[in-house]
């Protein structure tokens, strides 16, 4: 058998080409080193060993031969620069190397990929639907899985869930995707279904491979607790998440959800086990989401707090703070709250420059506590999603009151009253606007009162309390315009049947001094017997007579004024022995 150095160049290349369609790529390698040797330059040869190097797993080497090599840094190999980028995780450079390359299938594919890592899952869903649709080849239920896997994402991690299209689910892993978007979208017993059949398609695609099955079968049961969990039915998916632990199946990706969910299930209780579990759960940063890794940086963080660990806690918490990860700036305030210092929790939320309503729910919160009513109210109006909620127009009224007076309550009042008539249903503002006009009337605004109510009958004219109301406000300052107003109101049909003196006289009604009260006389007598039967006074039961316990006959003991030792009849109690040969013997010197 010739060795490489004897055999020339074109059966070189005939070798490599067929270790390459063998798949055997690490025995092509050496023979590209081996053309290279006698010619450098050689541009095939070259873009053999990039390709042999890529097929091996060495893309960060192939990477370097291709920025390196002076002939190849004149080769458009972008699809392959941006591939070997990808591999290492250089998602934004892979991106940038990519658009450079001209517009194919396979160039789409990998731009999906990258975008899916990215986690901008709509461009990946986009991508996919088209490569679905326009290719049909060996590789269309890999790209369905890419699509199911996208949309799942997308449904688990973002607001805006896409539409199912409707794969099919003829594999464990389009099963399993599409178990996990009906989770996401909050269909559990879709869930639970489809999550059954991903497992009996796996168990019986590697029926003849145990171990291949068991960590296929891993994320499923991963995702089978989660669905228990989610139901409420903790101690079920406890079991599932610690057998999966136990017999350490699966990616660390599977591991650390598991590990992770045990530490949400756990909560204050167990934790011991938690400590345990945050280990596991941190085993695998780079294949985890930002919303997996910040979940599982809260509840570290969390741990750190309920252990007592305040300084690490903090620590934890001012970091993510400093990252602007979403409700750090909570964490950090609530171990200011846990030691009374209600300031420094107030400094650290950001109420100036935030929107959030838990954000703004906890400050006005510590406000209310630290007796500053007006600003806890200007936080609350920040709060856009009960702006138009005459409760919480309410609320902040009062607290304005309580702050600033009435007069900036008032103010208040016009303008929600002004909101609401846009936004609110009619109910609702004719409630407000009764409340607004009987707080005026209480603090000496008629007026004002009369003002708003005015405009409230000019679109509800058939409201009679706010009518009543308008009546009062006006005859404050107006009695005679008070006196039109009333004519306004509708008039009371009496019944015939009905006597208006019985009504006066009647139960509930206190008679007027000098009005003679009827009372019927069957009723007289009844109150009289039962006066009589509670005044009537109880028998006194007889005491029984207690006897001596010693008698003689004619009459009680004659020795009774006599102490008792000094009785006839007195005899005095034995000593027990076993009790007398207990006692303790006193030492002597």
Same mark, same amino acid.
């Given at each position: 058998?010739?060795?490489?150095?004897?055999?020339?160049?074109?059966?070189?290349?005939?070798?490599?080409?067929?270790?390459?369609?063998?798949?055997?790529?690490?025995?092509?390698?050496?023979?590209?080193?081996?053309?290279?040797?006698?010619?450098?330059?050689?541009?095939?040869?070259?873009?053999?060993?990039?390709?042999?190097?890529?097929?091996?797993?060495?893309?960060?080497?192939?990477?370097?031969?291709?920025? &390196? /090599?002076?002939?190849?840094?004149?080769? *458009?190999?972008?699809?392959? =620069?941006?591939? +070997? %980028?990808?591999?290492? $995780?250089?998602?934004?450079?892979?991106?940038?190397?990519?658009?450079?390359?001209?517009?194919?299938?396979?160039?789409?594919?990998?731009?999906?990929?990258?975008?899916?890592?990215?986690?901008?899952?709509?461009?990946?869903?986009?991508?996919?639907?088209?490569?679905?649709?326009?290719?049909?080849?060996?590789?269309?239920?890999?790209?369905?899985?890419?699509?199911?896997?996208?949309?799942?994402?997308?449904?688990?991690?973002?607001?805006?869930?896409?539409?199912?299209?409707?794969?099919?689910?003829?594999?464990?892993?389009?099963?399993?995707?599409?178990?996990?978007?009906?989770?996401?979208?909050?269909?559990?017993?879709?869930?639970?279904?489809?999550?059954?059949?991903?497992?009996?398609?796996?168990?019986?695609?590697?029926?003849?491979?145990? &171990? /291949?099955?068991?960590?296929?079968?891993? *994320?499923?049961?991963?995702? =089978?607790?989660? +669905? %228990?969990?989610?139901? $409420?039915?903790?101690?079920?998916?406890?079991?599932?998440?610690?057998?999966?632990?136990?017999?350490?199946?699966?990616?660390?990706?599977?591991?650390?959800?598991?590990?992770?969910?045990?530490?949400?299930?756990?909560?204050?209780?167990?934790?011991?086990?938690?400590?345990?579990?945050?280990?596991?759960?941190?085993?695998?940063?780079?294949?985890?989401?930002?919303?997996?890794?910040?979940?599982?940086?809260?509840?570290?963080?969390?741990?750190?707090?309920?252990?007592?660990?305040?300084?690490?806690?903090?620590?934890?918490?001012?970091?993510?703070?400093?990252?602007?990860?979403?409700?750090?700036?909570?964490?950090?305030?609530?171990?200011?709250?846990?030691?009374?210092?209600?300031?420094?929790?107030?400094?650290?939320?950001?109420?100036?420059? &935030?929107?959030?309503?838990?954000?703004?729910?906890?400050?006005?919160?510590?406000?209310?506590?630290?007796?500053?009513?007006?600003?806890?109210?200007?936080?609350?109006?920040?709060?856009?999603?009960?702006?138009?909620?005459?409760?919480?127009?309410?609320?902040?009224?009062?607290?304005?009151?309580?702050?600033?007076?009435?007069?900036?309550?008032?103010?208040?009042?016009?303008?929600?009253?002004?909101?609401?008539?846009?936004?609110?249903?009619?109910?609702?503002?004719?409630?407000?606007?009764?409340?607004?006009?009987?707080?005026?009337?209480?603090?000496?605004?008629?007026?004002?009162?009369?003002?708003?109510?005015?405009?409230?009958?000019?679109?509800?004219?058939?409201?009679?309390?706010?009518?009543?109301?308008?009546?009062?406000?006006?005859?404050?300052?107006?009695?005679?315009?008070?006196?039109?107003?009333?004519?306004?109101?509708?008039?009371?049909?009496?019944?015939?049947?009905?006597?208006?003196?019985?009504?006066?006289?009647?139960?509930?009604?206190?008679?007027?001094?000098?009005?003679?009260?009827?009372?019927?006389?069957?009723?007289?007598?009844?109150?009289?017997?039962?006066?009589?039967?509670?005044?009537?006074?109880?028998?006194?039961?007889?005491?029984?007579?207690?006897?001596?316990?010693?008698?003689?006959?004619?009459?009680?003991?004659?020795?009774?004024?006599?102490?008792?030792?000094?009785?006839?009849?007195?005899?005095?109690?034995?000593?027990?022995?076993?009790?007398?040969?207990?006692?303790?013997?006193?030492?002597?010197?």
């Amino acid at each position: 058998m010739t060795s490489i150095t004897e055999k020339t160049v074109e059966q070189l290349f005939t070798q490599i080409q067929k270790f390459g369609n063998d798949g055997n790529f690490t025995k092509a390698l050496p023979l590209c080193i081996e053309i290279l040797k006698r010619n450098p330059k050689d541009e095939d040869a070259l873009r053999c060993k990039v390709i042999c190097l890529m097929k091996t797993d060495k893309c960060k080497e192939a990477y370097h031969v291709m920025s &390196t /090599d002076k002939l190849l840094k004149d080769i *458009p190999m972008w699809f392959d =620069r941006a591939y +070997c %980028l990808y591999r290492q $995780g250089k998602l934004e450079d892979a991106l940038t190397e990519l658009n450079k390359a001209e517009p194919s299938s396979k160039v789409d594919e990998l731009l999906a990929q990258i975008y899916y890592k990215l986690e901008n899952y709509d461009s990946a869903v986009s991508i996919y639907k088209t490569l679905v649709k326009s290719l049909v080849d060996a590789n269309t239920n890999e790209r369905e899985t890419n699509l199911a896997a996208a949309l799942a994402s997308s449904a688990s991690f973002t607001n805006t869930p896409n539409k199912w299209p409707g794969l099919r689910e003829s594999t464990y892993e389009l099963s399993y995707n599409s178990a996990c978007y009906c989770l996401a979208t909050g269909n559990l017993v879709e869930a639970n279904n489809k999550l059954n059949r991903a497992r009996d398609l796996c168990s019986k695609e590697f029926e003849d491979d145990e &171990t /291949d099955a068991k960590c296929e079968l891993a *994320p499923i049961e991963v995702m =089978r607790g989660l +669905c %228990l969990q989610t139901e $409420g039915n903790d101690k079920d998916a406890m079991e599932i998440y610690s057998t999966v632990l136990k017999e350490k199946y699966g990616d660390s990706q599977t591991l650390s959800v598991a590990a992770n969910n045990i530490i949400c299930i756990n909560k204050e209780q167990n934790m011991f086990d938690s400590k345990k579990k945050v280990k596991i759960a941190t085993n695998a940063p780079k294949k985890l989401t930002k919303a997996q890794l910040l979940s599982i940086e809260f509840n570290s963080c969390l741990l750190s707090y309920h252990t007592n660990h305040m300084e690490q806690f903090r620590k934890k918490s001012a970091e993510m703070v400093a990252e602007g990860v979403p409700m750090a700036h909570l964490l950090l305030a609530s171990s200011y709250i846990r030691d009374k210092k209600l300031n420094d929790a107030l400094n650290v939320l950001p109420v100036e420059n &935030t929107s959030d309503e838990k954000t703004l729910l906890a400050a006005s919160q510590l406000l209310l506590n630290l007796g500053s009513f007006a600003d806890a109210a200007s936080a609350l109006i920040k709060i856009k999603s009960l702006a138009d909620k005459p409760g919480m127009a309410s609320l902040i009224s009062t607290l304005y009151f309580l702050g600033s007076g009435p007069e900036k309550a008032v103010e208040f009042m016009d303008k929600s009253l002004k909101d609401l008539a846009e936004t609110c249903d009619p109910a609702n503002l004719i409630k407000w606007t009764l409340i607004c006009a009987r707080f005026r009337l209480a603090y000496d605004m008629p007026k004002d009162a009369a003002s708003s109510l005015e405009t409230l009958l000019s679109k509800y004219p058939g409201n009679v309390k706010a009518l009543a109301l308008l009546i009062r406000s006006v005859s404050q300052f107006d009695v005679s315009r008070a006196y039109e107003v009333a004519k306004r109101l509708p008039e009371i049909e009496i019944p015939s049947d009905i006597d208006l003196e019985e009504l006066e006289i009647g139960t509930g009604v206190t008679a007027a001094r000098g009005l003679r009260k009827v009372i019927n006389p069957e009723d007289a007598k009844i109150s009289e017997a039962n006066r009589r039967f509670e005044t009537k006074e109880k028998k006194r039961k007889k005491k029984k007579i207690r006897l001596p316990k010693v008698l003689v006959e004619g009459g009680p003991d004659p020795e009774r004024w006599i102490p008792r030792q000094e009785r006839s009849y007195y005899r005095r109690k034995k000593r027990n022995r076993n009790e007398a040969s207990c006692r303790c013997v006193p030492r002597r010197k």
